[in-house]
């Protein structure tokens, strides 16, 4: 595809859109010359740039003048709405609906000068936050342009309102890369096709993505395998990354004694020097953005960010007072810190100064005050989740800080992309890793986002859950042959290889081929005439399909409401075990402000404000993003590259690549002390199985390697039943981004150095002497091996409930209301219970697919396996007498065994012996 240049392709647009645009910029971006080529020609285009490029105007620029076109004199169109913009997140619909503002304006005011008739172009938002008024007016009388989300694209298409959408011309999806690798996408891909077969004509779809790899498997999620232009200009993206650690020594971080013996007993932690240099980079900066990788450190940063604000803003007035106490910045309290940052922290209950949380369990108010304020200056720093990583415009933010490494590559180019937001500007991010395990990924990570090595993106096949609740949805509306349904679901990309048995599968299981008197969930919600092959919805389906539509899993929160007479005003969401660890009376921080509980009922949790008093802060439970394998590798190459040089060259290597002296040093100093304890440091080349005894006795196995946790999860899950099948005990088994941690009884194995006829050498500490013949796998075996043991983990349990839920088999029965987690649970493993009696029964299969193919690396698994058979890569084996470096750092980032143990199969692991249908699995 040949890009006109900017001027020339500025001639396609009526005088008044021109006249604006050219009032407005000097000349178009390379990507909007290249968007609007394609986008006039009618073509499905793909727009491929990093952040700042202008993207959102080069989508919206056409279909904005073709509307006003339409609205200046020629042939009157009917109402409906012509444009749907889709966006991932409910913010970024919000922002872009204030952004369309101005070119809206804009051109108005250009028609007016030009003496033409000033074009009247509407422009809507619908998504969960929409008040039932909005959304009954938009019935009546629909916008020109309708910003929503991919649910709420669902639910209008699931309802009477679909018939203002017959006119569409133009779909829109924003962030594309953020949703084609996930279930959430296939469900989004799946509305898409069902829009399609309402219009006459087909809309032409536009997808706006930063970089994204491989950009061919994004282009065939757009259009389902359709043509697609792909505009992606050579990126000029200037990016300004830094890694610190404040500290020289971060294995010893132990605070000087208080001057006071009375004082409070110093803990060492890192968490003082980092909080205290972001409060100096917030101070430094107009605007700035703190990343952190999950809700409670988020709220916890926070209160100790404002804290230690106040703490400066105090002395500073006393200093004022009195001239003689200067203006030193107060000692970082390392008690206080390192308990806010573990799990039962507290906030003093400092008034907002510096900074506010914003995150998913925050309200939809809350949530919009805080952008509001950072844009218009108010605020200098938000903390917050991936809430704000994709492409909101937050106005002038000059600095992006990540606390511990970012989740992937392509996540932490997203993050820093938020400051230096406009076209040309420079994107400047600091990262402080929290441990020393961390400081290495971080650096690897940061490497990588400068080389612009981003992950590969995968197209879930065939998510049967997904499709199962569609299928619902469209026969609650309309009567469908199964043939005409099979070719719109294949249209789809992640169901294009779809074959009419498994879906035969499907439309059994929702035609009420499984007894509904073992599980009553399991009654028809579609009715099959097999003789005319048509499908018909049953009494309630539309009802069930759009009460319980999506992909996002119930977690059971509980909402968070002001107390008062009447509907109080929304604060947030508690995770249900924080909730259950609360009582009336006690007083929480959510949202940077602080709450006291006033009750409790089934489903909320009613406070009133308490400013300014000490609060518990919240935790929430919730699944961690493993490291991809191909970041893995990257990062055991990065380790051997550093082990195998000279010390004076790897550091000026590690400067060069933007971390500074003390984080350089420490990162040199953790892979040369691993080094010296255990002889080789873990690498893409080389994998160490370390083994000491715990305080216990009992033997502590850790098998460093850098593949990821999608590798590890399912490597452990072998090793630990290969060596309960040999020994006969239970094996803790622990995975992490950074290997596996086995726990083993002593059981006196016998020293295999020893002389046999010594009777002394057994019950010796010893640990298994063939303990490597079970941690190395065949490689033609791993599939088959994990295949079987997935059924019994608690992973699979989960991930069962949450499929089952998602295919309408679990569904709310009190819509609106809180459905507790435990009791999903109980549900799920009743279903379970009853699903597992049948090898064909989709849910199962989906479940085992999911466990397989999206949360496993099981390709990647097999790969390893063969490399060490191959001998590409060594296995070492070592003892120590106690953890080495990496050991510690692997350790540190042990949390709890067993996050679900609620979804355990009942009846000591039941479903252990699924028996699965190979031909449709």
Not at 101 to 120: C, F, N, Q, T
Not at 777 to 802: I, M, Q
Request: hydrophobic content about 40%.
């Amino acid at each position: 595809m040949t890009t006109e240049p900017g001027a020339d392709v500025l001639e396609r647009f009526s005088p008044a859109t021109r006249a604006w645009f050219s009032s407005s910029f000097t000349a178009p971006t390379a990507a909007q010359a290249g968007a609007w080529s394609a986008i006039s020609a009618g073509e499905h285009t793909l727009v491929v740039a990093p952040t700042g490029s202008g993207k959102t105007l080069a989508a919206f620029l056409w279909a904005i003048d073709r509307l006003s076109r339409g609205r200046t004199g020629e042939a009157e169109r009917p109402p409906g709405t012509r444009v749907v913009y889709i966006s991932p997140l409910k913010a970024l619909a919000v922002d872009v609906e204030r952004n369309l503002r101005s070119p809206l304006v804009g051109i108005g005011h250009a028609a007016d000068r030009l003496g033409l008739p000033r074009p009247e172009v509407t422009v809507g938002v619908r998504s969960g936050d929409t008040p039932a008024d909005q959304r009954r007016r938009f019935a009546r009388n629909p916008d020109d342009i309708l910003i929503t989300t991919p649910e709420s694209l669902y639910l209008l298409l699931t309802s009477q309102a679909r018939e203002a959408l017959r006119g569409v011309e133009t779909v829109i999806i924003d962030e594309v890369h953020a949703v084609a690798g996930t279930k959430r996408g296939a469900h989004l891909a799946l509305t898409l096709e069902r829009l399609d077969a309402l219009l006459p004509t087909p809309a032409q779809r536009i997808g706006l993505s930063a970089t994204v790899r491989p950009i061919e498997e994004v282009a065939r999620f757009l259009a389902g395998g359709r043509p697609v232009s792909v505009v992606q200009p050579p990126s000029e993206k200037q990016w300004d990354l830094r890694v610190v650690v404040p500290v020289e020594d971060m294995a010893s971080l132990a605070a000087p004694p208080p001057e006071d013996e009375d004082g409070p007993r110093q803990v060492p932690s890192i968490w003082p020097h980092v909080e205290e240099r972001i409060v100096d980079l917030v101070e430094a900066h107009r605007s700035t953005l703190v990343f952190a990788n999950s809700r409670r450190l988020a709220e916890r940063l926070t209160g100790r960010l404002n804290e230690i604000a106040a703490e400066r803003a105090e002395t500073q007035a006393l200093g004022t007072q009195n001239p003689s106490l200067g203006q030193a910045k107060p000692k970082p309290s390392a008690q206080a810190a390192a308990q806010v940052m573990g799990q039962a922290g507290a906030s003093a209950g400092a008034v907002p100064v510096i900074a506010r949380a914003h995150h998913g369990s925050v309200s939809h108010d809350q949530r919009k005050q805080t952008e509001e304020a950072l844009k218009a200056g108010h605020l200098p720093a938000v903390v917050a989740t991936s809430s704000l990583e994709l492409g909101i415009d937050m106005g002038a933010v000059d600095l992006v800080v990540q606390v511990e490494a970012p989740p992937s590559v392509a996540s932490g180019l997203q993050r820093v992309g938020r400051a230096g937001h406009q076209v040309g500007a420079v994107s400047r991010g600091v990262f402080f890793p929290k441990y020393r395990g961390d400081l290495v990924a971080t650096s690897v990570i940061v490497d990588r986002m400068r080389a612009g090595a981003i992950e590969q993106l995968h197209v879930p096949a065939n998510p049967l859950d997904v499709l199962a609740q569609q299928v619902v949805a469209m026969v609650a509306l309309d009567e469908w042959a199964v043939p005409d349904l099979l070719e719109l679901v294949r249209r789809a990309a992640p169901f294009a290889t779809l074959t009419r048995g498994v879906l035969d599968a499907v439309l059994d299981m929702l035609a009420g081929r499984y007894p509904a008197e073992e599980f009553a969930e399991l009654r028809p919600r579609l009715v099959w005439d097999r003789v005319t092959d048509t499908l018909t919805g049953r009494r309630g389906a539309q009802r069930i399909a759009v009460t319980n539509g999506g992909t996002i899993p119930d977690r059971g929160l509980f909402g968070v409401f002001i107390a008062g007479d009447g509907p109080g005003r929304r604060v947030g969401e508690l995770d249900e075990e924080m909730v259950y660890e609360s009582r009336v009376g006690d007083v929480i921080t959510l949202g940077t402000s602080t709450w006291r509980i006033q009750d409790i009922t089934h489903d909320q949790v009613l406070v009133s404000p308490a400013p300014g008093q000490p609060g518990r802060l919240p935790f929430w439970k919730g699944d961690t993003i493993g490291r991809p394998a191909e970041l893995g590798e990257a990062l055991g190459s990065f380790v051997r590259e550093l082990s195998t040089s000279d010390a004076v060259g790897a550091a000026e290597r590690l400067v060069a690549s933007g971390l500074d002296e003390l984080a350089a040093s420490n990162l040199l100093t953790y892979v040369a002390e691993q080094r010296e304890q255990t002889g080789q440091v873990p690498t893409d080349r080389t994998i160490v199985v370390e083994r000491f005894t715990d305080e216990l006795g009992d033997w502590r196995i850790v098998i460093h390697s850098p593949w990821g946790a999608r590798v590890h999860a399912p490597w452990s899950l072998a090793i630990a039943a290969r060596l309960r099948e040999r020994y006969g005990v239970d094996v803790q088994a622990m995975h992490a981004d950074d290997g596996i941690v086995l726990r083993l009884p002593d059981m006196g194995y016998a020293d295999p150095t020893a002389d046999p006829g010594d009777a002394d050498a057994w019950g010796a500490p010893s640990a298994p002497p063939d303990l490597m013949e079970h941690i190395v796998l065949d490689p033609e075996e791993v599939t088959a091996l994990v295949t079987e043991l997935v059924g019994g983990s608690a992973l699979f349990a989960s991930r069962f409930r949450e499929c089952a839920g998602r295919a309408l088999l679990l569904p709310n029965r009190r819509p609106g209301h809180r459905q507790a987690l435990w009791q999903q649970r109980q549900r799920s493993a009743a279903l379970l219970e009853v699903a597992s009696n049948y090898p064909a029964f989709p849910i199962v299969l989906e479940a085992v697919r999911e466990c397989l193919q999206d949360v496993f690396d099981l390709p990647a698994l097999v790969d390893l396996m063969g490399r060490i058979r191959d001998r590409r890569v060594q296995v070492v084996e070592v003892t120590t007498g106690r953890p080495s470096p990496f050991a510690q750092s692997l350790l540190f980032g042990y949390v709890a065994q067993f996050l679900y143990e609620g979804d355990s199969p009942l009846a000591e692991r039941r479903a252990a012996a699924l028996s699965l249908d190979p031909d449709l699995l």
